[in-house]
């Protein structure tokens, strides 16, 4: 391997320093990572996944199955990169993978040893007992063994973002094709973004050499795109994947790899382009062959050693062969002569086209016709070749196999939204189906492969764009074709090139070459011709016989045999074996490719890093971020705060205890014995306006509102259509035709929605406007004996006395010149008033109370203790409000009474919902001194085993100071909930068992006397 | 990605919107006592491949519940109007 001292489109004035496995070596810019690797003589670039093989680089593109990489250390550190797709940049350190301790010493090669053993399903076959949980253990060390590149466990210090690109015509891949398209459609007049996931435009022209016509032709057509306003040439940037409304996933690599990322610039950008037409020109893949030992290093696909030579200017052998089944190898195999190599061809065909023999004897250029190569000979690196020839087996020496079995068009994206590829037998290949409206395609991924052709279809595909996106100017937007001759216009390349001929370059081969691809592996009990492995997925390590094993043991379609095999199933997808193993298959079966079809295609085309699919959103950009008015003096007070649903509140105060264990209990007591002051704006509110608001609210509610008095607040309780409750709150007339309603802070979306369902879809005739002013309202609660003082102590103006302000009273007034508003509700128990007021003002008032209350006791309370509170006063809430409960269930079928007409009542009627053994809501009292109850506990009879779902479950528990003891909420069978009961209430996760009685959920003033009056 | 062009706002992104099923079945009167029609209504489904009928709401813009008539094969989307309309 050397580095030539012409061709490429490297820059030889600027040496770029990388490291491989530690090894400083130089490369040049416009080196990709694997073409340095070569021009440094590296060989090996990796070992295999299953079998631990030497591995060479393989392919010159995204397909490459064998020399992946991990870049970057720390959190930067990228594992399963192919080398070839890596831009080669200034201080890149690189690493190979699934070796141990290096590359060329494996240990674990002793693998290939074994390999008899190791075929497809080995683990599943030899794992398997002796119990059902074995395979879990085994599993460890398997995939210890087995494996690719190691992720970096550091945070990724890098940024990542997320955009959103609009385009009349957006054009996949810049090769001739793409190129000629973006051009007609840019100067038709349509916006046009041109997508290329190589660092460098050109495609396939790419491989041709820069001083032909096909580098004049791209150089020329990349002036005419840049001058153009109205297209966007985007390289470095792969399409990923096609989405409903052609909308195109795209990945954007930006600057170097290597070196930190300037503060603020984004490594990677995921791109969101919405088009209004899409143009495919993704180009193709050339196919392996399958011979013994075909995965050596030295092997390597005909169209990647011209890349190399013509792109890069690295010769990658000096004595070259070339197998081929079709025309196109005698490009590569003439360009490596011209630049030095001997080259022999291998032609598997009988009859090669004359004019083609007449070239390779021009060119120097030995051809084999009738010759199938069989196996590659040489451990670390291949040494020379074994052909089979009609006369006998020729051994010829060489260092380089370049193989080609025809191509595959890239139809990957066409076909990501369930457009099925179809097969044509003349190229032997699957093209695009019927792609969707405003989709086109163009070039060699419909399987053309002559540049003029290719040429001329990605100009019809650009117009066809246009027109389609834009009807109107179509008209007058007709792109002329570049006249031939003048300015190496498309025309002339394709017919001067040796590579490209009019005849297709992949005519099918003759029986007898297909034929003996198979027999070199002995498929289907063949004749071998040659020990050695031959493989088909190079990257998943699956061979020819592996095919046939699963053949053998039933996994036929090709889903099984994908998914038996793993064939296909490594990161690189299968770009090189999905076909031979279709068709080796398909010869297995005795059918035709086509009826065996392909598996399916979904994005991504290539690995996109989900640092990439994540952008922004992650830590405190992961959601909106909402915090109540009152936040800052909650934070500034040293509350704990907790991430509930979207908001921030307060946990606990530190000043009330050292935990939250210690800090809740005082909260609690400091509200039953003084007062507390909870800040409850997170609360969903929603003003229900108009004639027909009572009667919305009597459809709604489960209890009727139509005859609640003004200034009068209700509970109430709705269902879902299903008879399930969906939530709960306090409805307050605030005026004839204006209620004002409070949800649960985890439902207030969800009811909101429901609400406008309702009216928009089942009552338009209702006279009812409902809007969402959960964000205009502060709200705080005050609670405990000492309530009424303080309120009045901080509203003077105001009449807070029982007449006034009755239990379920409202009192509205102003503050600070908003509207305030006071409803006396307890959720705790307590004598308690509910305070809402203009969300500007809320901090404010929040204070103004907390300064009145302090000399009566006031304190404030957290959520901990909030939820305590309740569960002492046996009120439902979140975890017994679960979307599995009905009315019955949570003791509160009395407030429909004997009504109808609300939603959810027929189907709350359920027969089911009656069943006795269904859970209702009961009280439970731990009776252990010293032990506790725990929510998600299972309650059992003492009698019974404890085993399976028991009778029901703990819902909410918490340690009540009034009663000295821990008490909860649980969902209990009805033939067990019997008051008195002794039941165990089973924890599994920490392995405790605890008695606990029933009793009634109401623990404290079960006549409500704390709060009236 | 879905695009939906909403009466009111104009075309917007699938992920503004609240998808809540299908919009072919007709709901009871609220005081229709008539169990087997709420069962109807609630739990019984056509899946139909093609055209299908159904309701989404523009939560992140107008709030309005629209009728968006999609093929459920290819995701075009036929027709999309307010509820309000569609239904009166």
């Excluded at chain 1, 370049?402 to 190229?427: C, E, F, M, N």
């Excluded at chain 1, 764009?465 to 003048?486: E, L, N």
């Amino acid at each position: 391997m050397k580095r030539l001292n012409k061709l490429g489109r490297i820059d030889r004035s600027q040496p770029v320093a990388f490291t491989f496995d530690g090894k400083a070596m130089t490369g040049f810019r416009g080196d990709s990572l694997a073409s340095a690797m070569l021009a440094n003589g590296v060989k090996i670039a990796g070992r295999s996944f299953k079998y631990h093989r030497p591995r060479g680089i393989y392919s010159a593109g995204p397909e490459e199955p064998n020399a992946l990489v991990t870049l970057g250390t720390g959190g930067r550190r990228e594992p399963n990169l192919p080398a070839t797709t890596v831009e080669l940049a200034d201080g890149l350190v690189a690493e190979s993978q699934n070796r141990w301790p290096s590359l060329k010493f494996d240990l674990q090669s002793i693998n290939s040893w074994f390999s008899p053993f190791l075929a497809a399903g080995f683990y599943y076959k030899t794992f398997m007992g002796p119990t059902r949980r074995s395979w879990m253990f085994y599993e460890h060390f398997i995939r210890k063994a087995a494996g690719l590149g190691r992720a970096g466990e550091q945070p990724d210090p890098d940024r990542y973002e997320v955009r959103h690109l609009f385009a009349d015509v957006a054009v996949v891949g810049a090769g001739p094709a793409g190129l000629a398209a973006a051009l007609a459609a840019a100067e038709a007049g349509a916006n046009v973004v041109l997508v290329e996931q190589d660092f460098m435009a050109g495609g396939y022209l790419l491989s041709e050499t820069q001083d032909g016509e096909a580098g004049a032709w791209l150089a020329g057509m990349l002036v005419r795109l840049a001058g153009m306003a109205n297209v966007s040439l985007m390289t470095r940037t792969s399409a990923f994947g096609t989405y409903d409304g052609n909308v195109l996933g795209l990945l954007e690599r930006h600057g170097s790899r290597s070196a930190d990322p300037k503060q603020g610039e984004a490594r990677q950008t995921l791109g969101l382009l919405r088009a209004k037409s899409i143009v495919y020109c993704t180009g193709s893949i050339e196919r392996p062959l399958t011979f013994a030992n075909n995965d050596r290093p030295g092997v390597m696909l005909a169209s990647a050693a011209r890349i190399y030579l013509n792109r890069y200017g690295v010769l990658v052998g000096k004595r070259v062969l070339v197998a081929a089944d079709n025309d196109s190898a005698y490009s590569a195999a003439f360009d490596l002569a011209a630049a030095g190599a001997q080259v022999t061809i291998a032609d598997s065909r009988t009859q090669p086209a004359p004019q083609l023999l007449e070239q390779a004897r021009r060119a120097g250029v030995a051809v084999r016709t009738k010759s199938t190569i069989a196996k590659a000979i040489g451990g670390q690196s291949v040494r020379a070749v074994l052909l089979v020839e009609p006369s006998g087996r020729v051994t010829l020496e060489s260092d380089l196999v370049a193989v080609s079995g025809g191509w595959s068009p890239t139809v990957h994206l066409t076909s990501h939204l369930g457009s099925k590829p179809v097969y044509r037998q003349d190229i032997r290949a699957f093209v695009p189906g019927k792609v969707g409206a405003g989709q086109f395609v163009a070039g060699a991924v419909t399987g053309s492969f002559i540049l003029g052709t290719v040429i001329d279809e990605g100009h019809r595909a650009g117009n066809e764009a246009f027109m389609f996106c834009d009807a109107t100017r179509s008209s007058r937007a007709r792109v002329q074709r570049d006249p031939p001759k003048t300015d190496a216009g498309p025309g002339v390349v394709g017919d001067e090139n040796p590579g490209l001929r009019e005849e297709s370059p992949l005519s099918p081969p003759p029986e007898d070459a297909r034929l003996s691809m198979q027999v070199s592996d002995g498929v289907g009990g063949k004749m071998t011709l040659a020990k050695g492995k031959a493989f088909v997925d190079l990257q998943m390590d699956v061979t020819v016989s592996d095919i046939a094993l699963a053949h053998q043991e039933g996994y036929r379609s090709v889903e099984h045999l994908k998914r038996y095999t793993t064939l296909g199933m490594g990161t690189d997808q299968g770009k090189t074996s999905n076909f031979y193993a279709l068709s080796a298959m398909a010869g297995l079966r005795g059918m035709a490719i086509p009826d065996v079809g392909t598996t399916t295609f979904r994005p991504p085309f290539t690995p996109v890093a989900v640092g990439a699919l994540a952008g922004l959103s992650h830590g405190q950009h992961y959601k909106p971020f909402r915090r109540t008015p009152i936040h800052d003096w909650h934070v500034s007070n040293d509350a704990e705060m907790l991430e509930t649903g979207l908001w921030m509140r307060p946990w606990f105060y530190h000043a009330s205890g050292h935990d939250v264990n210690e800090a809740y209990v005082a909260e609690m007591r400091n509200a039953r014995e003084a007062a507390g002051l909870m800040d409850i704006s997170t609360l969903g509110k929603i003003a229900v306006q108009g004639p027909d608001a009572a009667e919305f609210l009597d459809r709604v509610y489960v209890n009727g509102f139509a005859k609640l008095p003004v200034g009068r607040a209700r509970y109430g309780v709705m269902l879902r259509d299903d008879g399930i409750v969906f939530d709960d709150g306090t409805t307050t007339r605030v005026g004839d035709q204006h209620f004002f309603m409070t949800t649960s802070t985890a439902r207030a979306a969800d009811v909101m929605s429901r609400l406008e369902f309702l009216l928009d879809t089942a009552w338009p005739d209702l006279r009812v406007s409902v809007s969402s002013v959960s964000d205009e309202w502060a709200a705080m609660s005050v609670a405990g004996p000492k309530s009424r003082d303080i309120l009045a102590a901080a509203f003077p103006d105001l009449d807070v006395s029982n007449d006034a302000l009755p239990h379920m009273g409202l009192l509205e007034g102003r503050y600070r010149d908003k509207p305030l508003r006071i409803i006396r509700l307890s959720f705790s128990g307590e004598r308690a008033y509910e305070i809402y007021t203009g969300a500007s003002v809320g901090k404010e008032a929040w204070c103004r109370l907390m300064e009145a209350g302090t000399p009566f006791g006031l304190k404030p309370y957290g959520l901990e203790a909030l939820g305590a509170l309740r569960v002492e006063k046996g009120h439902v809430a979140g975890p017994e409000i679960d979307g599995r409960t009905t009315l019955d269930d949570l003791g509160l079928r009395r407030m429909a009474g004997k009504r109808s007409g609300f939603v959810g009542e027929v189907l709350g009627r359920r027969e089911a919902f009656s069943d006795p053994e269904r859970p209702r809501l009961v009280g439970l009292r731990c009776v252990e001194d010293g032990k506790r109850l725990r929510g998600g506990a299972i309650l059992f009879r003492p009698s019974e085993p404890v085993q399976g779902h028991g009778l029901g479950r703990i819902t909410s528990t918490t340690y009540s100071p009034t009663l000295d003891a821990w008490v909860g909420l649980g969902l209990l069978a009805s033939s067990a909930a019997q008051e008195g009961a002794e039941l165990i209430a089973h924890y599994p996760l920490k392995g405790e068992a605890v008695r606990a009685r029933v009793v009634s959920p109401t623990f404290l003033d079960p006549k409500g006397e704390w709060f009236h009056g | 990605m879905l695009q939906i062009k909403c009466p009111c706002c104009g075309p917007r992104d699938h992920d503004e919107f609240l998808y809540a099923g299908d919009a072919s079945v007709s709901r009871p009167a609220h005081n229709d006592a008539d169990f087997e029609r709420w069962y109807r209504y609630v739990f019984v489904r056509e899946n139909p491949a093609g055209a299908h009928r159904e309701y989404w709401q523009h939560v992140m813009g107008c709030r309005q519940w629209l009728i968006v008539e999609r093929n459920t094969v290819n995701h075009t989307i036929l027709s999309v109007n307010f509820s309000r309309e569609a239904l009166a």
